[in-house]
């Protein structure tokens, strides 16, 4: 008899579980918003209002401190459980295809005046980065020779490339990239959005 009880009982035992889990998870980010608006240090706040970005705080639930274990073995599916993914994974996200150095990531709240793919309110990791934009063609670089025979040329300037990489904190899709050098504000040609789901209403 005891037996029949069992599926039932585990069945109801899992309900009420995620039902304290989605409450929880709910006053969390309800939390969250009263808190201070999160900061960039490498992004000034003016830069972020240029691109029509702006951001609130975001506090995880208690529970997703314990689910990384089970993400990093397989046991559980990153953003299953509306945990963000790890700092780690959102790096690797924002530095997929190579020759970036991620200088700060952060996790907020993001919403977009500009970008209906951002939305508003979706949980996200912005990441800045920086990498080298691509070495001048030959010629670029006039070369004089006096009457000597020598050749001199003008020093070529090495310049960096910095952008603000919004990572979908859930699935790990990079939602956009956006260019923070002054001569190409916006999103960076050749960006396209991935698969990183809707954003939070």
């Known amino acids: 008899m005891r ?3 069992l599926p039932f009982a585990v069945a109801a035992a899992a ?3 995620m039902a304290t889990l ?5 006053n969390a980010l309800l939390t969250g918003r009263a808190q201070p608006a999160p900061q960039l240090k490498n992004v000034p706040n ?3 209002a240029r691109l029509g970005i702006s951001l609130s705080a975001a ?3 208690p529970y997703c401190g314990a689910t990384g274990p089970a993400v990093q073995h397989g046991l559980l599916r990153p953003g299953a459980i509306r945990c963000a993914i790890s700092t780690d994974a959102a790096v690797a996200a924002a530095r997929r295809g190579g020759g970036t150095q991620v200088v700060e990531a952060l996790l907020a709240l993001v919403s977009s005046s500009r970008s209906s793919t951002i939305g508003r309110d979706r949980l996200s990791w912005l990441l800045v980065t920086q990498g080298p934009l691509a070495p001048p063609g030959p010629g670029a670089f006039p070369c004089q020779t006096p009457g000597g025979g020598w050749t001199a040329c003008a020093p070529v300037r090495t310049f960096n490339r910095s952008q603000l990489v919004v990572v979908d ?5 990079v939602v956009s990239t956006l260019s923070l050098n002054p001569a190409a504000a916006g999103r960076t040609p050749g960006a396209h959005p991935s698969r990183a789901g809707p954003g939070a209403a």
């Open 3 to 5: 037996r029949r009880w």
């Open 15 to 17: 309900s009420l579980l």
């Open 22 to 26: 989605a409450g929880i998870s709910a």
């Open 46 to 48: 003016a830069t972020l």
């Open 59 to 61: 506090t995880q639930p």
């Open 169 to 173: 904190a859930y699935s790990g899709g």
